[in-house]
């Protein structure tokens, strides 16, 4: 089997976030305080097994907001010695800062964060994601923090329609000021579940700045360098010294061929999507 990643999802109670576009925000969790180590450790060998060497921390809600989850997982990270060469954390940045939280990224492993962004302009992405007062940053700040302890930087660019009246040379621009050495142009999804979150990425999402971009990196006359292609089919370009990718596919539904990742749940057990519980591997 031809699997990229394995997605590790925090258990969280909510999120401290509502961003407009997540149809999660709506659901409370029921695994908040399940931790069942052997079944999760049973999980993690069947992923190396299969050849994955990289590990996606995430949440539906901040994977933060349950460091008691971290602690346990660091554990058995350790306990395996450290069975993914690759680990990457997925956040808004919004508890980065808070007290050890830097210092507990590093003793899981972590390599990269990627910081979810919704306008890299920094004038809408508070508003976007609707962060707590006490919690809002200013993007460059927070950028600065992640490169100066270590991390590599990953800006997830949610493709918002603050992005259709910039040209594609400016967001690489934007993106290599605040010091990016790897960016995911993420093409927002929704659903026809009438749902208040899916009407506004319908109302909201970008028209035509994402195959502008893709032309820019990749096209005819393209400026970006081939690097290589991935598993599901997405292909990763050098641009002004950043590896680039665009995700047509954030839900990873368009190719049977291959898994983009897995998804180790709240609940203990493997999927293969994220909306679908008849996906379940084991």
């Given at each position: 089997?031809?699997?990229?990643?394995?997605?590790?999802?925090?258990p969280?109670?909510?999120?401290?976030?509502?961003?407009?576009?997540?149809?999660?925000?709506?659901?409370t969790?029921d695994y908040?305080?399940?931790?069942?180590k052997?079944?999760?450790?049973?999980r993690?060998?069947?992923?190396?097994?299969?050849?994955?060497?990289t590990?996606?921390?995430?949440?539906?809600?901040?994977?933060?907001?349950?460091?008691?989850?971290?602690?346990?997982?660091?554990?058995?990270?350790?306990?395996l010695?450290?069975?993914f060469?690759n680990?990457?954390?997925?956040?808004?940045?919004?508890?980065?800062?808070?007290?050890?939280?830097?210092?507990h990224?590093?003793?899981?492993?972590?390599n990269?964060i990627?910081?979810?962004?919704?306008?890299?302009y920094?004038?809408?992405?508070?508003e976007?994601?609707?962060?707590?007062?006490?919690l809002?940053?200013?993007?460059k700040?927070?950028?600065?923090?992640?490169?100066?302890?270590?991390?590599?930087?990953?800006?997830?660019?949610?493709?918002?329609?603050?992005?259709?009246?910039?040209?594609?040379?400016?967001?690489?621009?934007?993106?290599k000021?605040?010091?990016?050495?790897?960016?995911?142009?993420?093409?927002?999804?929704s659903?026809?579940?009438?749902?208040?979150?899916?009407?506004w990425?319908?109302?909201?999402?970008?028209?035509?700045i994402l195959?502008?971009?893709?032309?820019?990196?990749?096209?005819?006359?393209?400026?970006?360098?081939?690097?290589?292609h991935l598993?599901?089919?997405a292909?990763?370009?050098?641009i002004?010294?950043?590896s680039?990718v665009?995700?047509?596919?954030?839900?990873?539904?368009?190719?049977?061929?291959?898994?983009?990742?897995v998804?180790?749940?709240?609940n203990g057990?493997?999927?293969?999507r994220?909306?679908?519980?008849?996906?379940?591997?084991?």
């Amino acid at each position: 089997m031809n699997i990229q990643s394995i997605s590790i999802v925090v258990p969280t109670k909510g999120c401290v976030n509502s961003c407009k576009f997540c149809v999660s925000r709506m659901h409370t969790n029921d695994y908040e305080r399940i931790f069942n180590k052997f079944q999760i450790q049973k999980r993690i060998k069947w992923a190396v097994m299969n050849g994955v060497n990289t590990c996606i921390i995430t949440g539906t809600g901040e994977a933060l907001q349950n460091k008691n989850f971290l602690y346990l997982l660091s554990e058995i990270f350790s306990e395996l010695e450290h069975p993914f060469p690759n680990v990457e954390f997925q956040t808004t940045g919004v508890l980065l800062t808070a007290a050890d939280n830097i210092q507990h990224l590093k003793s899981l492993g972590v390599n990269t964060i990627s910081l979810s962004v919704s306008d890299i302009y920094d004038d809408f992405n508070m508003e976007i994601i609707s962060a707590p007062p006490s919690l809002r940053f200013d993007l460059k700040e927070r950028c600065n923090i992640i490169k100066n302890e270590g991390f590599n930087l990953r800006l997830s660019l949610n493709m918002t329609k603050y992005y259709d009246d910039a040209t594609p040379q400016d967001l690489i621009n934007r993106c290599k000021y605040l010091g990016a050495d790897q960016v995911t142009f993420r093409k927002l999804y929704s659903s026809d579940d009438n749902s208040e979150q899916s009407q506004w990425v319908k109302e909201n999402a970008c028209v035509k700045i994402l195959d502008e971009v893709r032309e820019f990196i990749k096209g005819k006359n393209g400026k970006g360098t081939l690097l290589y292609h991935l598993p599901f089919g997405a292909s990763v370009y050098s641009i002004n010294g950043m590896s680039t990718v665009i995700d047509d596919d954030c839900m990873s539904k368009e190719n049977d061929a291959a898994l983009k990742y897995v998804i180790l749940r709240e609940n203990g057990k493997l999927y293969a999507r994220w909306d679908d519980e008849g996906s379940l591997i084991f």
